[in-house]
């Protein structure tokens, strides 16, 4: 029997949100050019996810507002724990007001 060595549970998460969602992609500089999740190492051993979407155009008088980013956010961190408990983690839910919600995440 080989060894394997444990994997992170940023990346578990990461594979798991992967099968059914995007992530975020970010150019050369580091900016994000195409909304997606988001996973980063939490406390305690859980994945801090959250939604990434680009930064708006100010000029742009189609632009969407902040309450609909903030919408936006809010409805794909939920679909994105939905898809963490399906798959048996345990899931706790942040930032329901905020403009930034986010969750943690714990594997089974």
Known sequence: MAYTQPVPVEGAAARILFAKHAPASYNQYGACDAAGYRVDGGRDGMARVSHTVPNVDLMDDDRPSDDELAEERQRMVWEYAD??????????????????????????
């Open 83 to 108: 898809t963490l408990e399906a798959a048996g983690w345990t899931v706790i839910r942040r930032g329901p007001r905020s403009r930034k919600p986010y969750l943690l995440a714990a594997q089974p």
